[in-house]
């Protein structure tokens, strides 16, 4: 074993496992196509028509629409793990982290609560459509920059800066709520380029393993 | 003095049980590829924490390609978890033996300058 400098630390073992997982970058390029598609989906609602049958209705289905595609992108995604990761790297299933779970938590309650807020007080609140652009980019930038600290990978700081000049831009340029979908959308389309580009080096520097199932009499696990 | 638990005492094993305890399972490929043991090796290992009770082997298929599962059972998790409570109580034990020995010596080359009598003046 090459690493044994804590391996009864399961902390140091899980983030050591989390980095050895996201070499291949397909959590990457999915999360940015995601994004993709939020931005795709939903930004062309707010240069639609009002008068016009799509305009009005627009948005009551782009939801369902977002859905369908997020189902049809985790069933590609379990053709391409099994196809392209798995025969590499084994196949792992791992455990929801405690800290993910209060985290997202946390995140609903924050939400609620602004929701809440801006319900309660909105006659009074200022014009808040400029600050959507540099908030969402303000909350993209934590997010990577947790991960980046959390899982030691530091090219989530340079996707943390990127998506504050992105956030910076917005607020530069104007944009209204559709800012948040721009950043979205910047940051889906970087993502994707760098998963991919991170997949293909990784299906270069990892061959299939052809005997790491291979079932015999002498290694009977094997 | 705690007893370690012998199983899991040993480094393989230990890393074995370790990764298992961050995942919900893990074929025999990645467990190869994460701890970097040989086949045999890992397969001995694997056998031995079957027979502990700790680990549970599960032969699968994945569409047409076969694969061996482990899974750490609630016995390997609690006997992991006594182990690490252990190992710490004995590194602790081991940190203040070392800090006592550390401050004793402290003393000891004190003393001597302390207690060495004043130097006779010196005639002219």
């Known amino acids: ?222 | 003095m705690p007893e370690l638990d012998r199983v899991i005492h040993e480094q393989a094993r230990l890393a074995i049980v370790t990764l298992l305890a961050t995942v919900e399972e893990a074929d025999f490929l990645y467990l190869r590829q994460a701890t970097e043991l040989t086949k045999g090796n890992l397969s001995a290992h694997l056998a031995r924490l079957e027979a502990a009770g700790y680990v549970e082997i599960e032969k699968a298929f994945r569409g047409k390609i076969p694969m061996t599962l482990a899974r750490l059972t609630p016995e390997g998790l609690a006997a992991l978890k006594t182990y690490r409570k252990e190992m710490t109580a004995l590194l602790n034990l081991s940190k203040n033996a070392s800090k006592g020995l550390r401050k004793r010596s402290r003393v000891a080359a004190v003393r001597p300058v302390a207690a060495r009598p004043l130097a006779a003046p010196q005639r002219a």
């Open chain 1, 1 to 222: 074993m090459s690493d044994p400098s804590n391996p009864s630390n399961p902390t140091e073992a899980r983030v050591r496992a989390l980095r050895r997982w996201s070499e291949n970058g397909l959590e990457e390029t999915t999360l940015g196509v995601l994004f993709c598609l939020f931005c795709g989906i939903f930004l062309p609602g707010y240069f639609l028509p009002n008068g016009t049958f799509l305009g009005q209705h627009y948005a009551t289905f782009s939801p369902y629409f977002l859905a369908a595609c997020a189902v049809a992108m985790v069933l590609t995604l379990k053709k391409v793990r099994a196809r392209f990761i798995y025969p590499r790297t084994g196949y792992v299933v791992f455990r929801p982290a405690a800290s993910r779970i209060w985290i997202a938590v946390a995140g609903q309650g924050i939400a609620a609560a602004m929701a809440l807020a801006v319900l309660h007080w909105r006659s009074s609140l200022p014009d808040l459509s400029r600050a959507w652009g540099p908030a969402a980019g303000l909350v993209f930038a934590a997010c990577f920059f947790w991960g980046g600290i959390t899982y030691r990978l530091p090219y989530f700081n340079w996707l943390a800066a990127l998506s504050l000049l992105l956030g910076a831009a917005t607020l530069a340029a104007g944009a209204g709520i559709g800012g948040a979908m721009w950043v979205m959308g910047g940051m889906g389309v970087t993502m994707a380029a760098d998963g991919v580009l991170r997949m293909k080096r990784f299906l270069k520097r990892h061959p299939i393993v052809r005997d790491g199932q291979s079932l015999s009499e002498d290694h009977p696990h094997a």
